[in-house]
């Protein structure tokens, strides 16, 4: 199933121009496809991937080595 970006926008509660940004400034984001001149949509399939890493990525636990000594020599 393919999303037009107003079904994307719709989708995310955000305004129509947004999803193109993301594609632009968002890392990972999926990038649309043209099926035709004129016609770009993204695929359902990759946007469900989308949100599934972006969930794990909001759940996962931040762990930062930033701050210990490293004792190697």
């Known amino acids: ?9 719709k989708r995310y509660s ?8 993301w ?3 968002s890392v990972g984001f999926p990038r ?3 099926l035709s001149p004129g016609c770009t949509r993204w ?6 991937a ?8 909001k759940t996962q636990p931040f762990t ?3 701050g210990k000594k490293d004792n190697k020599r």
């Open 1 to 9: 199933m393919y999303l037009s970006d107003r079904q994307v926008a």
């Open 14 to 21: 955000v305004s129509r121009g947004t999803p193109w940004r």
């Open 23 to 25: 594609t632009k400034t």
């Open 32 to 34: 649309p496809i043209e």
């Open 43 to 48: 695929k359902l399939e990759d946007l469900l």
């Open 50 to 57: 989308w949100e599934q890493r972006t969930e794990t990525a």
């Open 64 to 66: 930062s080595d930033a």
